[in-house]
């Protein structure tokens, strides 16, 4: 069966790193797009980082550019967030999501993982 599982959130102050982490296993060779989105608190979930199993170009947000990078070992099925500079308003659940893609959009993953709590104060 499919797995996506979130490690490595927590509590960093403002200016901080955190590095995010998300095991994906069971997933057929054509759901090849993995990434991240987040939902704060009273707001709608987003999309940050996302980036094709095989490689190319990433996609980030732009409010996300500059500050966070995602890479992949697909050696170890994992997908990272390297997040820095963190803001107040970074605070949010981080989930990985992987499927077929298409727009990096909620509408495009049917596959999410359970999050990650970030909050940045």
């Known amino acids: 069966h499919v797995q996506l599982v979130e490690s490595g959130g927590g509590l960093v102050q403002p200016g901080g790193s955190l590095r995010l982490s998300c095991v994906h296993r069971?997933?057929?060779?054509?759901?090849?797009?993995v990434g991240w989105f987040r939902q704060a608190p009273g707001k709608e979930r987003e999309a940050v980082a996302g980036?094709?199993?095989?490689?190319?170009?990433?996609y980030y947000d732009d409010l996300m550019k500059g500050r966070f990078t995602i890479s992949r070992d697909n050696a170890k099925n994992t997908l990272y967030l390297q997040m820095n500079s963190l803001k107040p308003e970074d605070t949010a659940v981080y989930h990985c999501?992987?499927?077929?893609?298409?727009?990096?959009?909620?509408?495009?993953?049917?596959?999410w993982g359970q999050g990650t709590q970030v909050t940045v104060s």
């Open positions: 980036i094709h199993i095989g490689g190319g170009v990433a």
């Open positions: 069971g997933f057929s060779d054509s759901r090849n797009c």
């Open positions: 999501v992987r499927d077929l893609g298409g727009s990096w959009s909620v509408a495009d993953f049917g596959y």
